[in-house]
């Protein structure tokens, strides 16, 4: 199938017309933010809106700001605005490291943040970054809105808590002093959706042991963070064996299946490697990294984009 089948659309102007539009036309309408997933589905008939609502005027959705000891980002928010934020770069060079391997830069110049989360593709690099980094999905809907952490946004493949009639608004993290990120992943291709990737976030304390730590795997069936593998790094300076072991477990906690991107073993492999590789980056960033966060009080950073 090429084509999709009949719908009707609508262009929402603000969040407040994106969800009358969405109540008016009921369970068959679905906002259509960069298309980069909705429309292909579309087209080989594994989803069949009857409205698409489009949200992409939703410009008050597309922001990165810095909101005293949180960074705020709209769901609006492209992957290129993510890819070329010096402030981004600067507090979870995770986002800029996994940005840089997502598709190519037309898919970048439109698809976004919001919809990476929603569509909940297991292979998807964004919702790794946001689950190491501790984020919080700002979800509005006709009750009003609702914050929830990763753990409770995610449902499953291809799931989130998402209603409907609701629209992800935003995604916040906390920035933390000491704190450093890095995301690895290994493709078949350039731009290629991951055979495997991982994500990790580290905060030091003040004598240099890890305080927090978050690691994360894609594609691999792991939902949220590895536990086990975080919990043998806190309280410990940062050293290779610590690595060598959160890389282990890690792997041991991957659920893969063979596909045609590999065979079971071999992602275990690329489980337990990324790892290491990206505990390593995360914790010589956050060495280098500032030793305190000034709360500056809603400081928006120019627009971008
Ligand atoms: C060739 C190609 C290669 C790709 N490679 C990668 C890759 O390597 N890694 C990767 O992570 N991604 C990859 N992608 C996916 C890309 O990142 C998409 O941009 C992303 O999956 C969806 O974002 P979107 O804005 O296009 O969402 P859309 O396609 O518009 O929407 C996706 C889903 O989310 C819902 N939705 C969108 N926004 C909201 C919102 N604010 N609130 C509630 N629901 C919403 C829609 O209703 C729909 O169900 C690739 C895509 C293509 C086409």
């Not at 090429?2 to 994106?18: C, E, G, K, L, S």
């Not at 909940?120 to 009750?143: F, K, N, Q, Y």
């Not at 995604?171 to 704190?179: A, E, L, T």
């Amino acid at each position: 199938m090429q084509i999709p089948a009949p719908f009707d659309y609508a262009r929402a102007t603000t969040v407040a017309d994106a969800l009358a539009l969405l109540e008016r036309h009921g369970p068959e309408s679905r906002v259509v933010a960069g298309g980069h997933s909705l429309l292909p589905m579309m087209k080989l008939r594994l989803a069949r809106p009857e409205w698409l609502i489009d949200i992409n005027d939703l410009f008050e959705l597309d922001f990165i700001l810095r909101d005293g000891n949180q960074l705020r980002v709209g769901a609006m928010t492209r992957h290129t605005t993510l890819l070329e934020s010096a402030e981004i770069a600067g507090l979870f060079p995770i986002f800029t490291d996994a940005e840089r391997v997502i598709a190519d830069p037309v898919v970048r110049n439109r698809g976004t943040i919001g919809g990476s989360l929603c569509q909940g593709d297991p292979a998807e690099d964004l919702s790794t970054v946001c689950d190491v980094l501790r984020g919080e999905a700002v979800i509005r809907g006709p009750g009003g809105e609702r914050i929830l952490a990763m753990n409770e946004f995610h449902k499953g493949p291809y799931e989130t808590a998402v209603g409907q009639n609701e629209l992800l608004c935003e995604i916040r993290f906390p920035i933390r002093p000491r704190s450093g990120s890095a995301y690895e992943k290994v493709d078949r291709r350039v731009g290629d959706w991951a055979i495997v990737a991982a994500g990790a976030a580290v905060s030091l304390a003040e004598d240099g042991t890890i305080d927090d730590v978050a690691i994360g795997l894609t594609a691999v069936g792991v939902e949220g963070t590895i536990s086990p593998a975080e919990a043998v790094m806190r309280g410990e300076k940062p050293r290779e064996e610590l690595f060598v072991e959160a890389g282990r477990l890690a792997a041991l906690a991957s659920n893969p299946v063979a596909d045609q991107r590999g065979p079971i073993e071999y992602k275990r492999h690329l489980s337990d490697e990324l790892t290491r590789r990206v505990l390593r980056s995360a914790c010589a960033r956050a060495a280098a990294s500032p030793t305190s966060v000034s709360p500056t009080s809603l400081s928006p950073t120019p627009q971008e984009g």
